[in-house]
């Protein structure tokens, strides 16, 4: 599983007390301090791991030898994300780094507290790369006090929110700087009609009837968020100015699923279509899988792939609105809307902030 999937799997499970496979290391005290995504909850970690530094003096090669332990310092990292993502209302995205382990092998990893970053990309003031468990590490088995989470971590807040007690929202997976329904007023009328879905050949638009007759309004108060193809009609692989195709997309109707994640599971999709398995269990799912059912409309995807509340659409994509006239990347920008859940609109590339044109040209 990658670390973006797993930091959403990981906090969903925690707030939901569900069970973590190898459990967490100290879960009764740690609940006691209250992860509630506030800036405060960053200086509350610290107090927690003083505490038990003091208690329980944990020798390192020892506490990272321990599944629940390793566990532990995911959660509080994949948490110290979240509250930095929440005040950039930006997702973050995670990145794993392998750690060089030892030449005798009797000590743990070297590097261990940069194995794991996050990144936040599309922020209007992204702050870099950051690696939370190097000032948990430093906390719990160092001596120094003048610094940690609410230190280090603190400082990528805005300045506003510093030791805010005000637990803060979700923070959208879609952080580039893009007010839709602005952007939206600010086009002419001909311009509107541009971004309107091409009406498709017959037997297509047969096959999407609620799509096409919910996308002017998912279009105009709808909100941005990411997908990810698992599969599409191979013309959308080719540039073309006029046309386009259908595509089946995996999304989180959310929005808080970045595209690494959505892109992981759309791949393990996309391998399973290639070689359908029938699943008693799941029949929507085992007949999408065996193109023997009806489109996808907010399909949802079994927790056996993503614990994490997934959902599969087909939609259609029109050339005119990808860069290029063409699909170049496996995940891209759409558009959900709470009113309409099992749809899912390809935002159109008229509409792309600047920077995410950037980025996918890239």
């Known amino acids: 599983m990658s670390p973006s999937l797993a930091a959403l799997c990981c906090l969903q499970a925690w707030e939901q007390g569900a069970a973590i496979p190898g459990g967490i290391a100290f879960e009764r005290l740690l609940r006691r301090i209250a992860l509630d995504h506030s800036p405060a909850s960053l200086a509350r970690i610290d107090t927690f791991l003083d505490a038990l530094r003091t208690a329980r003096r944990p020798q390192r090669e020892v506490f990272l030898a321990e599944r629940a332990s390793l566990n532990l310092l995911d959660l509080l990292a994949f948490h110290v994300g979240d509250v930095i993502g929440r005040a950039l209302r930006c997702a973050p995205e ?200 009806p489109a996808a409309c907010g399909l949802d995807v079994p927790a056996v792939i993503s614990p994490y509340p997934l959902k599969i659409a087909a939609t259609w994509m029109a050339h005119r609105h990808l860069p290029g006239g063409m699909l170049a990347q496996r995940s891209f920008p759409v558009v959900t809307s709470k009113a309409h859940p099992g749809v899912v609109l390809l935002l159109p590339a008229p509409l792309w902030p600047a920077p995410l044109l950037q980025a996918w040209a890239s």
């Open 94 to 293: 995670w990145q794993s780094r392998e750690p060089v382990a030892s030449a005798s092998g009797q000590h743990p990893a070297q590097g261990f507290e940069q194995s794991l970053a996050c990144s936040f990309p599309g922020a209007a003031i992204p702050p870099g790369e950051y690696a939370p468990l190097a000032p948990i590490c430093d906390r719990l088995f160092g001596t120094r006090r003048d610094d940690g989470v609410a230190a280090r971590a603190g400082a990528l807040l805005p300045a506003a929110l510093r030791g805010s007690t005000r637990p803060l929202a979700g923070a959208p997976a879609f952080g580039y700087p893009l007010r839709l329904q602005d952007a939206l007023a600010r086009c002419s009328p001909q311009q509107r009609a541009d971004l309107e879905p091409v009406p498709p050949a017959p037997a297509a638009r047969q096959a999407l009837p609620s799509s096409f007759a919910a996308a002017p309004e998912v279009l105009r108060c709808g909100r941005p968020a990411w997908g990810a193809v698992v599969q599409a009609d191979e013309t959308l692989a080719r540039p073309r100015a006029e046309g386009g195709g259908l595509a089946d997309v995996v999304y989180d109707p959310r929005g808080r699923a970045p595209a690494a994640a959505l892109d992981e599971v759309a791949q393990v999709l996309s391998a399973l279509q290639a070689r359908p398995v029938a699943e008693p269990g799941l029949p929507e799912f085992s007949a999408w899988l065996a193109g023997a059912g």
